[in-house]
């Protein structure tokens, strides 16, 4: 064990900063922290072992105790929660057979865990098991999930995945999205199928695994670009739908190709009667089909060239135009006019709090003298949001670029990039993008043959949202528990190690190149006079057309959820929009004329925050809302200040309360007053903008909290105050007992099914599948 | 460089690196805290210190907030004392643990029974007499005739039997009273009527405090009234045992005289300072006078009264509370001070406690069932080993606990912020004897904060997050001046050092 230790420390670094990174490893190799490790550990560091246990426990990626091989995380984020993640959570314990209080398996395979956001909204509801992503469960894919996860994790112990480059010149070339949401999708599964009839046919073709375009509602998909000619897309693929499309672009190259392919078709196209008309619902256009409306609206400023560009490419980078930004200004040698541009171009800082990105910069400028530091801030915490782990899966060089220029200006030499730690392909991205820069020169030592040295560290976060506070996040990368300090002093005066720090957003970062690359009015034409330039957001929720979408600020959030958005699921009345996640607020229909820049939604009671944006319908109850969000944040304080630690507990208690229909009327006023406490009074932005979904819905909602005080959940949403019941319709098809996870609807083939209400969860599983529409959702107190 | 500000009117000069609370605290203006520390860092965790900056229109905490040039702080308004509450509400509500044991609050007399079982068990027999006397003047008599709630409440009792609280005051009083002092100069002459068991407990009490008490009886012996209800020759030979000694004492017993309008105006008045009514409510009645059931004063200013001829009562230690209260009336009085009314005391309390809860308080005690003693009375160890078996329910901090000072007095009876659930009971058992109950922890983070600060980093550390933080002890190679300095900071009992 003292060698094991010994080997991790001289990887990781053998001093006290480094401890976050050396239980991560510890973490990621024994899939917990074995206690004789940390004992060693407490040795080398010459630390207590209760110093590294207090640190551990701090986070949650850590585990004390050992777990099985397999860690399956289940999202039950914002857009998880509202399409069932519950019923995915129970169902897996019933399928691995775990116990009520335990979360591992009898054969120490896999242990499961609720993990706050995934990242992939629109794919909800989405697990994790290691590293591999599955989106859009039901109960019954359960088992061929695990089953196909097993089977790959054979493969993968065999077979490396073969690279997407050939030699030979391409007659066309095949774009594919392998982030994380893409591949949750299913994304791998198609471009392994395009590598294997790519192999077993000859075409000549590449494919060439680009950044996301961000549409999400039509993932995984591709884009085959032939010589001559535009561009095809073909969504929602799955991986046996790749031969067609391959076939009708490509000829196969070799005699047997060409005649067995020549043979299936005749035998489909006589025999089995299958036209190759897959292509009507597969292909689509995001320029000109009627999709284009979710392109449309949008202005790709930090997307630039999405869906185009390999992320790890640095020479497709180079030709389009990157790292000219750091050149320029670098050549200028004249940091103070680069500055005078960034605050003139009035950026505020995406990370949600808006201050001024400029005036920040300044404040670092001036401290001269002094060893300073930089930190890229990518801990996106908060459930919903997954722009910054976008941005840096398909952008990474974008961001470095813009980290480049900072330190450049602000004369830093060291820069770190936090990411949490569930960001994997984002964490591996960003390091391979920082080794490739160091080949090139473009980081390290003498940058470009100048005296401009910087050195990057990608720093993993270990699974904690108040991270995402820059004195919580500083701490954080000192080793420490990420417990915010009072400001001031901010950071830009006494940061990491006391020394002046810079925090900025991933996302502000990758505005910081295309800035310097053109002129002010190019920047400042976008957005409103106090919310210059363009926003991110993670458009989720009940809309038809959800993904990664880039706006100019002042839009209307109509246009977002009608333009972009498309509307609607199912055609449903759209009820309120909830923007800015956990910290912010839900604004009604009526309000959707707000247009989204930080002022605006400010007055009415909501945040920018980092960018999190959910549509919900009349099914969606705002109750069941508040308490959804503030049950994560009260998950998520890190205990420090009383308001944040008891009073968001005793907020959640209430709206517990009215969930189960026992608050009173007077309750609502109780919540009230200790929501605006707490926002008053807790210590930093987690704790201050905890209540704002709560406020937000008791000023926009009142009727929902009062129709909860006489038990009646108008949306049919809060458990407690409904039950289901199966109607004359029912055609006993027994799909409703199928897909049930608790087994409360009995087997009962061309009979009318009946739910057995003492086993319901009221997960909703059965009303969804029901092909006749017989399952109703009934108050607790109709007959 | 120095700023001026204003604290409620004041102005006061200081260096521009300080806090408000320090501003304060020049001028003399209190400011309550819990988690400051003149040698540490502001951490801004309990939100107690709030005050308003009249400036800014914000309420802000004192101990965190730099003062600048100018500032108006207000720390009295109506507003702060509302916010003050609420954050201590807040505190309380997550506060889970007893200030008082349950055989403590349910004693008439309020008799701290845990600590003086304490003393007892740990050989400082006088100590344990002292605090019983304190409270019940006669212990013997008072808790031979109690109905014994004590025992009843007695935690213990759910786990085999109570424990033998009666057994142990017997134990500590059979052929035993304290002597009265001996003044030289007496503060006062007072004269207590009727030698029943209030009367005696005030006539002791009195004479506690250095007054010269006559006792006047209309019967022709003391307890007049157990005499004849009771047949218990011991608890008559302790009677007599207690007479001898108060005589001894200075206390004059004058049997068989009567009080009535002309002799009280007449005589007593006169030759007395104070006389107090220990007798039914008739003889009080028929002089006209009535008493007032706080203050036990009558119409008459030297006048008071005490037991049944303020409240019917037939329990004997809500005797002896009475006699205490009547005494420290008079005393008040006669020195001519006001006596200070204390706001009732805020009690923290578990109720009833879960299972594994009391198993926790259980495995900390004595186990054996309890004692049968060989005799009537416990020999030393038997008595010793009866208390063992005491889980000592009550708070180590409970008069000097800085948030039960604080929700004494910004706390109303009605908590705006109850938990839906309290808090569990848990002790942890760390080296060095240091003990943690972490539903008393307010996660103020100065034993934290101070074993960092005396150069121990990690000695007392923060674990897991939240509302699910604790706190947990290294003791490894911790030298004890750090652990008293970390543990005698507390505010609240949550750490504190084994009692046993």
Same mark, same amino acid.
């Given at each position: 064990m003292m060698d %094991?230790?010994?080997?991790?420390?001289?990887?990781?670094?053998?001093?006290?900063?480094?401890?976050?990174?050396?239980?991560?490893?510890?973490?990621?190799?024994?899939? %917990?922290?074995?206690?004789?490790?940390?004992?060693?550990?407490?040795k080398a560091l010459d630390i207590r072992l209760s110093e590294i246990i207090g640190v551990a426990s701090f986070y949650t990626q850590f585990r004390l105790k050992p777990a099985g091989r397999h860690r399956v995380k289940i999202c039950v984020g914002t857009a998880c929660h509202v399409k069932g993640a519950e019923s995915i959570y129970h169902a897996i314990k019933k399928y691995l057979r775990i116990p009520d209080e335990e979360d591992t398996d009898a054969d120490k395979l896999f242990t499961i865990e609720k993990a706050a956001c995934l990242g992939c909204c629109m794919l909800a509801p989405v697990i994790q098991i290691d590293s591999s992503i599955y989106g859009f469960l039901n109960t019954q894919k359960i088992k061929p999930v695990f089953r196909e996860f097993l089977q790959q994790d054979k493969k993968r112990t065999r077979r490396n995945l073969p690279t997407g480059t050939q030699e030979r010149v391409p007659e066309g070339i095949i774009r594919i999205c392998l982030c994380s949401s893409c591949q949750a999708a299913g994304s791998m599964d198609v471009y392994r199928a395009l590598l294997d009839e790519i192999g077993m046919n000859g075409y000549e073709a590449a494919v060439k695994v680009v950044g996301c375009r961000g549409v999400s509602f039509k993932a995984p998909f591709i884009e085959i670009v032939t010589s001559g000619e535009s561009s095809f897309f073909y969504g929602n693929l799955e991986s046996h739908d790749v031969r067609k499309i391959l076939e009708s672009h490509f000829k196969p190259n070799g005699l047997p190709a060409k005649l067995f392919n020549g043979f299936t078709a005749l035998v489909e196209k006589n025999i089995l009667g299958q036209e190759a008309d897959i292509f009507k619902h597969l292909s689509f256009n995001p320029e000109t089909g009627p999709e284009s409306g979710f392109s449309g609206s949008q202005t790709h400023v930090v997307l630039e060239g999405s869906g185009r560009l390999d992320p790890l490419d640095l020479d497709a980078y180079r030709k389009a135009g990157g790292f000219s930004a750091l050149r320029t200004t670098m050549e200028s040698g004249d940091p103070e006019r680069f500055l005078q541009k960034l605050v003139k171009s009035g950026l505020r800082g995406r990370g949600g709090a808006g201050f001024p990105t400029g005036e920040k910069w300044r404040l670092l400028a001036v401290s001269d003298g002094r060893e300073k530091y930089f930190i890229c801030n990518g801990d996106e915490g908060d459930p919903g949001a997954f722009m910054d782990r976008m941005i840096i899966e398909s952008f990474p060089f974008r961001v470095l670029e813009g980290i480049l220029i900072a330190c450049y200006v602000l004369k830093i030499a060291k820069a770190f990039i936090y990411i949490r730690a569930e960001y994997e392909q984002a964490v591996q991205k960003m390091k391979q993008a920082i080794s490739l820069l160091e080949q090139n020169n473009l980081a390290g030592r003498k940058i470009m043959g100048s005296g401009f040295s910087l050195s990057l560290i990608v720093i993993e976060g270990a699974g904690a949202f108040v991270c995402g506070e820059e004195t919580a996040l500083i701490k954080s990368i000192e080793g420490r528990r990420g417990m915010p300090e009072i400001r001031p002093p901010y950071p830009s005066e006494s940061g990491l190690w006391g020394k002046p720090t810079l925090v900025n957003n991933v996302e502000t970062m990758a505005l910081i190149p295309w800035i310097v690359n053109h002129d002010i009015d190019d920047f400042t034409r976008m957005g409103t006079e106090k919310s210059r330039g363009t926003k991110t957001f993670a458009l989720a929720g009940k809309i038809k057309r959800g993904g990664l979408i880039e706006v100019p600020m002042g839009i209307t959030l109509r246009q977002i959820v009608e333009e972009i958005g498309g509307g609607i699921q199912e055609d449903k009345k759209i009820k309120a929009v909830q923007i800015g996640g956990p910290s912010g607020g839900c604004l009604p229909a009526n309000l959707l004329d707000t247009p989204v820049d930080f002022d605006s939604l400010e007055i009415h009671g909501a945040v920018m925050g980092s960018g999190g944006l959910i549509v919900l319908d009349e099914s969606d109850c705002m109750v069941d809302l508040a308490r959804y969000f503030l049950s994560f944040t009260q998950q998520e304080s890190c205990g420090k200040c009383l308001y944040c630690r008891t009073g968001t507990k005793r907020m959640l208690e209430l709206l517990e309360d009215f969930c189960r229909g026992e608050a009173e009327q007077e309750d609502m006023e109780t919540l009230r007053r200790l929501a605006v406490s707490v926002q008053e009074r807790s210590l930093c932005g987690l704790g201050r903008t905890a209540p704002n979904p709560v406020l937000s819905t008791l000023r926009y909602f009142p009727e929902e909290y009062e129709a909860h005080t006489r038990g009646i959940c108008p949306a049919g949403k809060c458990r407690d105050l409904i039950y289901y019941d199966i109607d004359d319709n029912c055609i006993g098809c027994t799909r409703c007992s199928q897909f049930c996870p608790v087994e409360a609807i009995p087997f009962n083939p061309y009979k009318k099914h009946v739910i057995n209400r003492e086993k319901c969860i009221r997960c909703d599983t059965c009303r969804r599948v029901c092909p006749s529409d017989a399952v109703r959702i009934r108050g607790k107190n109709d007959g | 460089m120095m700023v001026e500000l204003t604290i409620d009117g004041r102005r006061i000069t200081i260096e521009k690196t300080a806090t408000i609370l320090d501003a304060a605290g020049k001028a003399g203006i209190p400011i309550p805290t819990l988690c400051a520390h003149k040698d540490l860092k502001p951490y801004g965790a309990c939100m107690v210190c709030l005050v308003k900056n009249d400036t800014s229109g914000h309420l802000v905490p004192a101990c965190s907030t730099k003062v600048t040039q100018g500032m108006i702080i207000s720390t009295g308004t109506e507003e702060v004392r509302q916010a003050r509450s609420e954050s201590i509400a807040l505190l309380v509500s997550e506060h889970a643990g007893d200030c008082r044991a349950p055989c403590e609050l349910s004693c008439p007399a309020g008799l701290p029974i845990p600590r003086f079982l304490r003393c007892l068990g740990q050989g400082k027999t006088e100590q344990a007499r002292i605090i019983c006397e304190n409270f019940l003047a006669f212990p013997l008599i008072i808790c031979t005739l109690c109905p014994k709630p004590c025992e009843r409440a007695c935690r213990r009792g759910r786990k085999d039997s109570h424990v033998q609280i009666t057994r142990l005051i017997q134990y500590l009083f059979t052929d035993y009273l304290h002597p009265l002092p001996h003044p030289h100069e007496y503060n006062g002459k007072v004269a207590v009527i009727g030698a029943g068991l209030s009367g005696l407990c005030a006539s002791y009490f009195l004479a506690n405090s250095g007054y010269r008490v006559t006792i006047i009886e209309k019967e022709k012996l003391a307890l007049p009234s157990l005499d004849q209800t009771l047949n218990n020759p011991a608890l008559n030979q302790h009677t007599a045992f207690i007479i001898k000694i108060l005589t001894e004492s200075g206390i004059e017993f004058r049997f068989e005289s009567e009080i009535n309008k002309e002799n009280l105006e007449g005589d007593l008045l006169k030759a007395f300072d104070a006389v107090v009514f220990c007798t039914g409510k008739g003889s009080l009645v028929s002089l006209g006078l009535s008493a007032d059931r706080n203050t036990y004063r009558t119409e008459h200013e030297d006048i008071f009264a005490c037991g049944n001829a303020v409240e019917k009562t037939r329990h004997p230690a809500r005797m002896a509370l009475m006699s205490r209260e009547v005494s420290a009336s008079v005393d008040a009085w006669l020195k001519k001070f006001t006596a200070v009314v204390k706001p009732r005391q805020f009690i923290s309390r578990l109720h009833r406690l879960y299972e594994y809860e009391l198993n926790i308080q259980w495995k900390d005690a004595d186990p054996a069932g309890p004692v049968p003693g060989t005799g009537d009375l416990f020999t030393v160890k038997e008595a010793i080993q009866e208390q063992g078996r005491c889980l000592n329910c009550d708070c180590c901090r409970a008069d000097t606990c800085r948030l039960r000072y604080l929700a004494t007095h910004y706390l109303s009876a009605e908590r705006p912020f109850k938990a839906k659930e309290r808090n569990t009971f848990e002790r942890y058992h760390y080296p060095h004897g240091v003990c943690y109950e972490p539903g008393k922890c307010i996660l103020c983070g100065l034993c934290v904060r101070l074993s960092a600060h005396l150069g121990f980093p990690g000695a007392f550390v923060f674990l897991n997050r939240g509302y699910d933080t604790i706190i947990s002890v290294d003791g490894d190679a911790l030298p004890e001046s750090v652990i008293s300095i970390c543990v005698g900071n507390c505010p609240t009992g949550a750490l504190y050092l084994d009692r046993s």
């Open positions: %094991y230790v010994q080997r991790v420390l001289s990887e990781e670094g053998g001093s006290r900063e480094h401890l976050l990174p050396i239980l991560l490893r510890l973490q990621k190799e024994n899939n %917990y922290l074995p206690e004789e490790a940390l004992k060693q550990l407490a | -």
